[in-house]
C-alpha cells in the first residue's frame, strides 16, 4: 500500500524560496578584467628531503 502524503505539495517558486532562505544570495560574478593570470609553482613535496632519518618518518606518518 502506498502512504498519502497529508498537506499541500510545494510549488516551483516555494521551493526557489527555500532554497534562497538556506543558501542566500550567490557572489556577484568575477569580470574578466578582476580575474589575475595563473602562475606555475614547483611540484609539491610530499616526503621531506630524504636522510638518515627516513626510517623515523614513516613510522611516524604511517606511510
Not at 502512504?3 to 556577484?28: I, K, Q
Not at 569580470?31 to 613510522?59: F, K, Q, S, Y
Request: charged share 40%; no cysteine.
Amino acid at each position: 500500500m502506498a502512504e498519502e502524503r497529508s498537506g499541500a505539495s510545494f510549488t516551483d517558486d516555494d521551493y526557489t524560496f527555500l532554497r534562497h532562505v538556506r543558501f542566500g544570495e550567490m557572489p556577484p560574478a568575477v569580470r574578466p578584467e578582476e580575474r589575475t593570470a595563473l602562475t606555475e609553482t614547483d611540484p609539491r613535496r610530499d616526503l621531506p628531503d630524504p636522510g638518515d632519518e627516513r626510517d623515523r618518518w614513516d613510522l611516524r606518518h604511517g606511510a
